[in-house]
């Protein structure tokens, strides 16, 4: 530990090097160290011209400094001293001043009052002087030191990790959350809302199931409207994404590529662990502005051993969630988020296969678009369809939703229901949002309808990451129902002030949000109310046989339309040459969406019992030959822009 501190006051930097000149200062130092190549220097420095990247992190990601000579280099340049975080902890009421998020977020750690003056830990020590002014504020004389970014994470979590725990748990205000659930008076309506209709079937059958139905007709109709509508939209672009407002013709080009961080959220993982780390060595992003983050749960240890023998690069770094009462992925998205150092945030999941140039497809659009779109969505597609019959139902499924529906909501003008995984974000945006809703265990589809309200845009983009099919019943039920479960959530919490969520959104958008939440949830639950209409059909009893004739041939027309829309919406979907072998299976739909009922059954009943239980889905058990054997998921986007940003080189 160092023991003799020193205040410094006024300058650029402690030595007086200017802001420009510091890079070209850092290479200096460290070729006269015999730390850097002379002529590795010019290529090093114009990089970070071109990138939002610290000279520091272009030297150490492309391997051509190692971090002690880095640490040694930066301390003789700014004429301070590393501090040795192991000798001693920091003082957790100078972390608690500054915030301990914060400390994650900019790398910097108020460590120790000696004499005069705090001493201030930085692993960025060209960003010191941007918070200058407000650590004199809030602690009088300071000091700079140097510390590896790994220690001053480790050293904040060992002292503060409920704290963070905490935070990650309520970022989001309680007006948007659906942790007032827990509260039990939702619940309460809930159970009151079954009894209920359970009294009207047993004392008056016939006029509850009229009741029922009905409204079961109307979400029926509303949904195969609104499906029917979004493919016939994405039909009439002959599958092409959505129209942009402005023209696509000349873009500026991308003057500094910029920093992109992804957070893969891994629980229970460790046989998947070791392909996910093949997967992500094949993205093609500059690794200086790579930062990949695995979010693992402190008490995951199986996950954390096998991270640790098989060894990360230096851009991907394990970041271990504190225990908390909540376990759940938007939770340790959350923590996550403070760690970030990229302006643009990801998400995949622990068994995506991302295309290797999914990243520069991202940054494009971003560039391209303008702050209102803070999210893009890209689409999904499983890697293993042909395993059984539920994986090749769920995968036209999936097709169907992200390559017919999605866009075709977004063509609509509507609010956009994002998936769980290949999403980006803006992070201001983001931020601005207070990140996830952690008790929600849709939190995608929350973070969608929040962006809405808010003003931002959600847009899809042409760019495929492959996925593990979901294809064991019961495992797949456990799945649907947490969907089901989030999406109940989801629309309580966006109707809990329904004049302010109209206001926020427009009459279009919440009407949408209706059809998409409400009327489809309200489908499932009701399937066995519409069901056993068929015994009309089939001339068997029925408390409500006394219909008129036209009633039942109405249902009859709307069964039919229903089976007719998915039948050429599935279809349409799988034209492409990758799902083609599925049209034949389209048909069976009629026997795969029923079993979304028995999840929605369960949802209910863990809606009451346990709101925010995550069911967790097991990955890795058809994981066909890590993708080796199958087709590349490439994007109409790849051919159009197979150069990348800029046309710039890609290196790895």
């Known amino acids: 530990m160092v023991t003799k501190i020193r205040a410094i006051s006024g300058g650029a930097t402690q030595r007086g090097v200017s ?72 003082d957790p009421r100078l972390i608690d001043r500054f915030g301990a998020h914060r400390c994650l977020r900019e790398a910097l750690v108020p460590w120790a009052r000696i004499g005069g003056a705090v001493m201030i830990a930085t692993a960025r020590p060209e960003m010191f002087e941007r918070h200058r002014a407000e650590l004199r504020a809030l602690f009088g004389p300071v000091v700079m030191r140097l510390a590896p970014e790994a220690e001053l994470t480790r050293a904040v979590l060992a002292l503060r990790a409920p704290a963070l725990s905490h935070r990650a748990e309520g970022r989001v205000a309680e007006a948007e959350s659906c942790r007032p659930w827990q509260h039990g008076r939702a619940r309460a309506l809930v159970v009151g809302m079954m009894l209920v209709i359970a009294a009207g079937l047993i004392l008056a059958p016939a006029h509850a199931l009229l009741l029922l139905g009905a ?69 093609d992003y500059p690794r200086e502005l790579l930062d990949v983050l695995l979010l693992v749960e402190a008490e995951d240890r199986r996950t954390l051993e096998t991270l640790r023998r098989h060894g990360l690069p230096p851009w991907m770094r394990v970041a271990i969630a504190p225990a908390g009462k909540l376990k759940t992925k938007p939770r340790a998205l959350n923590f996550g988020l403070d760690l970030c150092r990229g302006s643009i945030v990801g998400v995949w ?69 994002l998936g769980g995984t290949t999403l980006f974000f803006r992070r201001a945006a983001l931020e601005a949002l207070d ?67 109209l206001r926020q959104l427009g009459w279009k958008k919440f009407l949408g949000l209706q059809v998409l939440l409400l009327a489809t949830l309200s489908q499932v639950v009701l399937a066995p109310v519409s069901w056993s209409f068929w015994l009309l059909a089939l001339g068997l009893a029925h408390p409500l046989a006394g219909l008129p004739a036209w009633a039942g041939q109405s249902l009859i027309v709307l069964f039919l339309s229903s089976e007719a829309v998915n039948l050429v919406v599935g279809v349409y979907a799988c034209r492409g040459r990758r ?53 590349p998921l490439r994007s109409a986007e790849r051919r159009r822009h197979s150069n990348g940003p800029n046309g710039a080189v890609r290196r790895t």
């Open 215 to 283: 409204w079961a007709s109307l979400a029926m109709t509303s949904t195969i409207v609104m499906k029917a509508m979004a493919a016939l939209a994405m039909m009439r672009g002959n599958g092409r994404p959505p129209p942009r407002d402005e023209a696509p013709a000349e873009h500026p080009q991308i003057a500094r590529l910029p920093c992109v961080s992804i957070m893969v959220p891994l629980y229970h993982e460790p046989d998947i662990a070791p392909r996910l780390i093949r997967r992500l060595g094949r993205l």
């Open 579 to 631: 799902h083609r072998f599925l049209i034949p299976w389209v048909p069976t739909l009629t026997l795969y969406f029923p079993l979304a009922t028995l999840a929605a059954y369960k949802a209910l009943w863990e809606l009451v019992t346990r709101p925010f239980y995550w069911d967790k889905t097991a990955h890795g058990l058809f994981d066909i030959g890590d993708l080796e054997s199958q087709p």
């Open 435 to 501: 990140g996830w809703d952690a008790h929600n265990v849709t939190e995608d589809a929350d973070l969608g309808m929040r962006l809405a309200r808010h003003g931002y845009r959600a847009e899809m983009i042409e760019t495929v990451t492959g996925e593990e099919a979901n294809c064991r019943l019961l495992p797949w039920i456990r799945q649907r129902s947490r969907w089901l479960k989030g999406f109940m959530m989801t629309w309580a919490v966006h109707n809990r002030a329904p004049r302010e969520t």
């Open 19 to 90: 802001a420009r000149g510091e890079s070209q200062r850092l290479t200096d130092v460290l070729i006269e160290m015999g730390a850097l190549d002379p002529a590795e220097e010019p290529p090093a420095v114009a990089l970070a011209a071109r990138q939002e990247a610290r000279l520091a992190d272009i030297l150490f990601y492309q391997g051509l400094v190692g971090a002690p000579q880095l640490l040694a280099a930066q301390a003789r340049l700014f004429g301070t001293e590393a501090i040795d975080p192991h000798a001693s902890p920091p």
């Open 349 to 417: 999941d622990a068994e995506d296969a991302p295309d290797p140039q999914q990243i520069h497809d991202v940054v494009r659009r971003f560039h391209e678009r303008g702050a209102e779109v803070a999210c893009l969505q890209g689409q999904l597609d499983y890697f293993n369809p042909r395993t059984n019959w539920l994986a090749r139902c769920f995968t036209i499924e999936y097709a169907t939703w992200f390559r017919v529906v999605l866009p075709g909501i977004e063509r609509l003008g509507l609010a956009i229901p």
